[in-house]
């Protein structure tokens, strides 16, 4: 299998070979369509490390939405993600009872159990929450009454019912017992995520120095109003060690603070996630007996309030607008959806780039001046899962 376009780094037409899952060679082309408009460019995968659900299908049990509304069939998911240009994924499960986690955690391994080509997609599973803050702004749509301390006995349970996949946990470290709760997971080979906190600065470099390595859309789940400084935001944007995943969806962040956060962070060290939700894609209107609107921006909110309630764009939508609202060149910006999410989750040496031997997980795509990515085709471990009509 082969396919060509531009490299996005450096800019030059390049024919990918791809041989047993692997990409076997990347060698110089010739533009056969001549000088396009709208080129098509050629990257690793993108990887989207936090990923609840979209188009009203949900990797949650009970989340989200009335039955009427919201779906627990993961293949129409998967084929939204891929049309997406996420060739790889993290599904996210979000804070709610014991039972429905581990329900979800259930459906989710015994799918990728059942098809090998959505096993490849799957790098790992994202649990966010439920050990997180239960105040008001930091906890965001997280239920209340879901949210407690870390429970060590039960997060196995948890990882016993998705068969190991668990590769990242956002919590509080504020969380009683948050500190020692951090060491065991970072022993396991979890990366540890801080989100949806309201912690001192001193717990934060306690956390971190625990073996958190990842803030959780930062800037996002977090109070309306804090201290200038010091604050959370400010400690987390300060620490070396900490990777950082941002929403770059045009509504969780303003333009002015995404360019500040890649410039403090570095494309290093940030992640582009999309963090969509099953109401993400749906048609504007009211949903979930009222509770959540989606509006005609794609913006989702909680009915009658300013207050996001989710996201509503995958990375298609999140990768541009990030090229837009930063001065990132778009090797950074695509490395930040790629190389990036690749490293966190420990894959480096096998995905996030376009080179001889690494896993060939490939995203084709045009570039447009404004608006969303065109996703020409989504390549998983050396099988072509999308291709855009033509």
């Known amino acids: 299998m082969k396919v060509s376009g531009k490299h996005y780094i450096t800019g030059d037409w390049v024919t990918v070979s791809i041989a047993e899952g692997r990409i076997a060679s990347v060698v ?5 369509a ?8 050629i990257a690793p995968g993108f990887c989207d490390i936090q990923i609840n659900g979209y188009g009203g299908y949900d990797f949650n049990i009970r989340a989200w939405g009335g039955a009427d509304e919201v779906s627990n069939e993961l293949d129409p998911l998967f084929a939204l993600l891929m049309r997406s240009g996420a060739a790889l994924f993290c599904p996210t499960i979000t804070t709610n009872s014991r039972e429905a986690i581990c329900a979800a955690m259930g459906n989710l391994a015994g799918k990728l159990n059942s098809d090998r080509r959505i ?3 799957v790098p790992g599973i994202h649990l966010e929450g439920p050990y997180i803050s239960s105040v008001d702004g930091p906890r965001g749509a997280h239920p209340l009454q879901h949210v407690r301390d870390p429970d060590w006995d039960e997060f196995r349970r948890f990882q016993d019912a998705a068969e190991g996949r668990i590769k990242i946990c956002t919590l509080a470290p504020e969380r009683e017992g948050a500190l020692p709760f951090i060491e065991r997971l ?3 080979g979890i990366t540890v ?5 309201g ?9 971190v120095r625990a073996g958190a390595r990842l803030s959780t859309h930062l800037g996002n789940g977090a109070h309306s109003q804090i201290a200038r400084h ?3 935001i400010w400690e987390q944007l300060a620490a070396d060690e900490l990777y950082a995943s941002v929403i770059p969806d045009g509504h969780h962040l303003p333009a002015a603070v995404l360019k500040c956060f890649a410039r403090s962070k570095g494309p290093e060290r940030l992640a582009l996630v999309s963090d969509a939700v099953s109401l993400g894609g749906l048609k504007p209107g009211l949903y979930a007996e009222g509770r959540y609107e989606v509006l ?3 913006k989702i909110v909680l009915a009658g309030t300013p207050y996001l309630a989710g996201a509503g764009h995958l990375l298609d939508v999140c990768v541009p607008h990030m090229l837009r609202s930063t001065d990132l060149t778009l090797a950074e910006v695509i490395g930040c959806a790629t190389a990036i999410p690749a490293r966190i989750l420990g894959l480096e040496g096998r995905k996030g780039h376009l080179r001889p031997g690494y896993d060939a997980d490939l995203t084709l795509f045009r570039l447009p001046p404004s608006g969303p990515l065109t996703i020409v085709e989504t390549i998983c471990g050396g099988e072509s899962l999308y291709h855009r009509p033509d």
């Not at 001549?34 to 098509?40: K, L």
């Open 28 to 32: 110089a082309a010739e533009n056969a």
């Open 34 to 41: 001549g000088e396009e408009t709208q080129p098509v460019w």
């Open 119 to 121: 096993e490849r997609a």
């Open 186 to 188: 970072t022993e396991s």
């Open 193 to 197: 995520a801080l989100g949806h906190t």
């Open 199 to 207: 912690a001192t600065p001193e717990t934060i470099r306690e956390a």
């Open 230 to 232: 010091p604050n959370y």
């Open 296 to 298: 005609q921006t794609g």
